[in-house]
């Protein structure tokens, strides 16, 4: 990578940015990590520490709330890879601050994308979509699985307000937004769409997926509702979804929306590969009525065909969750 302009990515210190940023690094790229505070020394250390971050890793301040804090650090590069999504709307009960929060995520795709424009050194924009932006559907579905031919209904997530409805409708109207800019710009915007992230972490704290996935171990009733919340929805290990970003960078094939997963996730599933594993622990296994929004999987079929390879689809659910515990368990978090 000698020679190469920087890539950018956002959200660095979080729990997906933190590994792309280290998957970054170990592929010899020159990274420019944003986070809010660079200061705080919680929240960057883990970077800094990383194998080539001495010479190869910069952080940069910008804030999604402040147009054109971008500019700076996208100045120069080649790529940049947005990932950084104000998480607690996956866990807002009701729409106090909703609007804010949409405001952030949609007005910060765009603030970034402008920021793009002006740096004019970009060749790929790569957003961090969701699957919360493709199977937010009423069901019946007329399809066996979702593809990325399909869009969340946002009016349906309002009515309904299911698990996440103010996280799918924050992402789906960022994604559009993004796609719009994109087009009316000329930016080359490729996004990626993750189901439930999970596995190992070098993040200093958790976050909402690893709650989530450690929730039958904790027994954190908060987590475990997030669980019961995500039933039916595929999982996908982080490994593989910043190789997935990277992948995608780099392909000059690559081209539209890629969901990314490659595991079922069902909490029965889960609850009976955890009590193997975890003798000595209650695991839960009994879950009540269960919501029935994630009714289909989503199919990576794309993302596959275009030759990606998935290192870790040969995992079960209880295993990348029992990955996730283990690695709370090492940073003592549990
Ligand atoms: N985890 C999953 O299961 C999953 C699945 C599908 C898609 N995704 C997507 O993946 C991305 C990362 O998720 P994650 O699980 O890694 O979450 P995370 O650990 O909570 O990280 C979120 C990051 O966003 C940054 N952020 C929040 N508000 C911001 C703001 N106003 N301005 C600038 N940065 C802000 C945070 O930065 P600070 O450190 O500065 O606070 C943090 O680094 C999100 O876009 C999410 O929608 C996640």
């Known amino acids: 990578m000698e020679g190469k302009m920087p890539v950018c990515v956002t959200g660095a210190s979080g729990y997906i940015g933190s590994w792309l940023v280290k998957r970054l690094l170990e592929r010899g790229y ?46 120069g590069c080649e790529g940049v890879f947005h990932v950084a999504t104000p998480m607690e709307l996956l ?70 307000k299911m698990f996440g409805w103010m996280y799918a409708i924050a992402k789906t109207s960022a994604e559009k937004a993004g796609w719009k800019y994109a087009e009316e710009n000329g930016i080359d915007m490729v996004t990626v769409h993750p189901a439930l992230v999970v596995g190992h972490f070098i993040t200093p704290c958790t976050s909402f997926s690893i709650d989530a996935a450690t929730s039958l171990y904790t027994q954190d009733e908060v987590a475990m509702g997030s669980l019961k919340g995500l039933h039916g929805i595929t999982a996908v290990h982080v490994d593989d979804v910043c190789n997935a970003h990277i992948y995608l960078f780099e392909n000059p094939l690559a081209k539209g929306r890629y969901i990314c997963s490659s595991q079922s996730f069902n909490i029965s599933d889960i609850a009976h590969s955890l009590s193997l594993k975890y003798p000595s622990i209650d695991i839960p296994n009994k879950f009540g009525v269960l919501d029935k929004t994630f009714a289909l999987p ?9 030759g990606f390879k998935f290192a870790h689809e040969h995992k079960d659910a209880g295993d990348l969750c029992a990955e996730t515990i283990e690695s709370c368990k090492d940073k003592g978090l549990i």
Not at 95 to 121: F, P, Q, R
Not at 299 to 305: E, H, T
């Open 30 to 75: 020159h990274v420019r990590a944003t986070v809010r505070d660079p200061g705080n020394k919680k929240k960057v250390n883990h970077l800094l520490g990383l194998p080539n971050a001495s010479t190869n890793l910069s952080l940069w301040k910008a804030d999604l709330t402040e147009e054109g804090s971008f500019d700076d650090a996208i100045q």
């Open 91 to 160: 866990l807002l009960k009701d729409n106090a601050g909703m609007d804010e929060i949409k405001s952030t995520t949609v007005n910060g795709i765009l603030s970034i994308m402008k920021s793009c424009s002006k740096a004019k050194t970009l060749k790929r924009f790569i957003y961090t979509a969701s699957v919360y932006t493709v199977a937010m559907q009423p069901e019946p579905s007329l399809f066996d699985e979702y593809t990325e031919d399909n869009w969340s209904d946002v009016d349906f997530c309002f009515d309904r």
């Open 298 to 306: 989503c199919s990576s079929k794309k993302l596959v065909d275009l």
